[in-house]
């Protein structure tokens, strides 16, 4: 007998199958129908298919015709567009589209969705079985913001279940659809997506999120066991992949589920750790004894994945080449081929090369046909489907059920997916490619994942890496010995570096816990404020006068230490501030990033600009420090603030004096150690934390100092530019005064915003670190009709957060920052509660101990009121209603801030109009409002927001830096350089 050759029956098979399905087109690409021809305009103007497929994501939330009709105008007859003639005439004239859009775009999504309930989608279903078609039903519903959403959804598949039990008690059996090699198998499947059922999934909170996604999956499971129905896990994006094999695990495991149902989970061949993930399942359904399916698909979220590794600068964790993840599936199929039935293989595929590979290689192994079983997807590679029925296998129709708007996300993916340069069914039905290239063997790929271009300053530092198991590990166990080994620590006045502990100190304390003592700071008093002013004056003009490029590698060398010491900085924060495990780390990174960017600043205008090109004169503008600065810091950001204001100050050539805020000193002094020792002299740098209305305006008064860099309330910032105004009696420099201040920060929800994305948005920008960032939101501006569904799900979004202490990843809501802060803010609240309409307000669920403010927010607040005015710097949110985008943006402005602002909106108008309008520092256009990144996002407010050139950014070194513009006269005696 001839030796079995896995290839050459690869192809042959392949071959067979492309033979049967000559002269089919699947009704995608039938251009008889308006999605063929929709698709062939996408498939041959990439910058149609963009607009086009906005538009179909944008569809769901226009709820008049008018919408419809300016969307249209907008999207697809911009100035510069060359779309075809007929589209663009239509559109203006209103009549090609406007009148058939929905029924066509209706037809569309039916194309890809089984029905809009279960009861269409069972029809649809029952005619599948008489096809000899099996089916796995999915239910569309990819964000649940709220827990009530999440229930909802749990609903939902167990009714989908009862219905599919009645419907499966009245067919027959079927001995190709019910039975594999092992015997019968369910005739209903379900598919999950497993991030609808839990609003707070995430992955910082792994373990919770696994945890909460077994208690939510289990009663289906147990349902699914009843019934004989088989369960399959989805995957989605790759930071739910752990905590989805981990709640599978879990479900695995669990003693009720020993008998059943039938399970399964998804791997995507796209990913570069499927292999590892693979044999851990496979091992931990060995030891749980229990037969699984493995849904072998290639990854349907490529191009999120690697845009979102590198904005994040994490490594891409899917391949780049479309053919090595094509390799890899081949081998993950055979891996679960050789299982020895341990588990079982569906593969879900439409290309012809992969499903021919599985199927030489089950010949290979002496597998049956009916081990194998090929999945394709609802709507789309009929031909294919129809090849595979004939030839005798098993196929499997992935059938989504649902509405239209939460669909649209579905139907995107679906038409990305076939439009795609990389699809089989583009590169068959469209393109015509060869059989020989169809059936290409696919080949590995070694090169290592790219790294996105790194700017000239080294670019920021990539946030932990959550959802891995190990740096949650890692981070428990320095909370634990941060609370064991660090608590108390006794902080000096550091003049000259002599560090003074004075017999007057103030506690620093654990906001969620009064009682616990993170820090015991001395105060300075007058007399080392002036001790310090007059040591730096002596000592700053030698700094300032060492070359930039010194100053430069002794911050690079600080944020080296820092970024050593990450750990115990973040769990530092957590203590000291109540900051959540991901903010404490975003804020150490950001720490990091001020040194490295401002270093780089540095270096940059060291050499100076040169002025004009005429001969006979030589022009330079240089910089150099200004003298003695205060540092005056607020506690919100407790390191990455008070490193950026002091880090520029120093590198630009300036002594300086750090007042840390009285409520964060530990964080502050943790930088000030770092500095020294990285080599900052100490004669130029000083610790004198004080109480600030008592001792501040000495250093803001005192005619020895040069400037001050404050960053606070407005009151403070105000109080200290006029003290600063004042010129005292000996006084050599007028000051200068940088004051970054506070904000009223409104977020416009547009009515054509996607509320998945607005609602989220809203709620991590105004109850994040419990609304005490200088850019939460504390206004929700909405307009027109979005105003109900928007409030309703905003409201039960904000009653789904944990709230609690900021040592449990869970808890996205901590305790504010002090007493007196809390006192405040309960006032504000009581106050508004007495004429407004309180949406919702969890004063019931705070713990009782420790100082915590409710989540809380207002309904129909007049724009005018206190509410929408003064900077509250707590977890409160109030909504406006606003009948216009225009009206939405003059209510927006109308506040004396102008700090950040953000607008969700899918209109090109409207966000045109907001760039122009909306009159903020920070103004971000679809995502919230908070979480500015160095030299991506440089910082800072208008108006009375803040007087100055924004932080992170490339004007801010030159407000510490005196210019100086040098002339010199090149010429001699009638010659000069540049005739020579
Ligand atoms: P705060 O104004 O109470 O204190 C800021 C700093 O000023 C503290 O170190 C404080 O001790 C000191 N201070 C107080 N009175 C002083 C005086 N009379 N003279 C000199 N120093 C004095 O602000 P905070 O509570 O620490 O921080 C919260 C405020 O900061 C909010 O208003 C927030 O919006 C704002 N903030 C703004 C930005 C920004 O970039 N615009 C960033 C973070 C925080």
Redesign the pocket.
Known sequence: MARFNLEERTFELGKDILERMEGETPSIFDKQWWTGVMMEWCMKDPAFKLEMFRFVDVFPQLRSSDAISSHLKEYFTRPGQSFPKTIQLGIKAGSFFSGTIEKNLQRMARQFVAGENPEEAFTVINKMRNESLAFTVDLLGEKSVSESEAMDYQRRYLDLMEGLHGLATKWTDHPTLDHDDHGPIPRINISIKVSSLYSQISAVDLDNSAKMLHERLKPIFLRAKDIGAAIMLDLEHYALKNITYEAFYRLLEDPDLKQGPEMGVVVQAYLRDSAQDLDEIIKRAKKAKKRISIRLVKGAYWDSETVHAHQQHWQVPVYQEKTATDHNFEHLSTVILKSKGAVKLAIASHNVRSIAHAMAQAEALGLPKNAVEFQTLFGMAEPIKKTLIKMGYRVRDYTTVGEMVPGMAYLVRRLLENTSNESFLRAKFVEGDSRERLLAQPQPQNAPPPTPPTPPWGGNTPLTDWRFPEPHRDFSKTLLNFEKKALGQKIPVVIAGDKRHKTTVEPSLYPADPQVVVAECALADSADIAEAIAHSRKHWLRWSQRPAQDRADILRKAAKIMNDRRADLAALQVFEVAKSWEEADADVAEAIDFLNYYAYEAERLAPGIRLGEEPGEHNLLTYQGLGVGAI??????PLA?VTGMTAAALVAGNAVLV????TSPACAYAMFEILLKAGIPKDVIHFVPCV??QV??L??EDKDIDFIT?????E?GI??LQRAAVVQSGQRNVKRVVT????KNAIVIDDDADLDEAVTGVVKSAFGFQGQK?SACSRAIVVGDAYDAFTARLIEATRSLHIGPPTSPRNLVGPVIDEKSQQRIMGIIEEATQDLTVGICRKEDLPAHGYYAPPTVFLDCPPQHRICQE?I?GPVLAVIKASTFEEAIGIANDTAFG?TGAVFSRSPLHIDYARMHFDVGNLYINRGSTGALVGRQA???SKM??VGSK?GGPDYLRQFMAPKCTTENTMRRGFSPETL
């Open positions: 005056i810091a607020p506690w919100n950001f603030i007042k840390p805020a009285r600030g209305a501040g305006p250093l803001v404050f960053t606070g309330s407005m403070v109080d200290i970054e201040m506070g904000g200088c900077e710097f700090l910082f800072g407010g927001s803040g932080a």
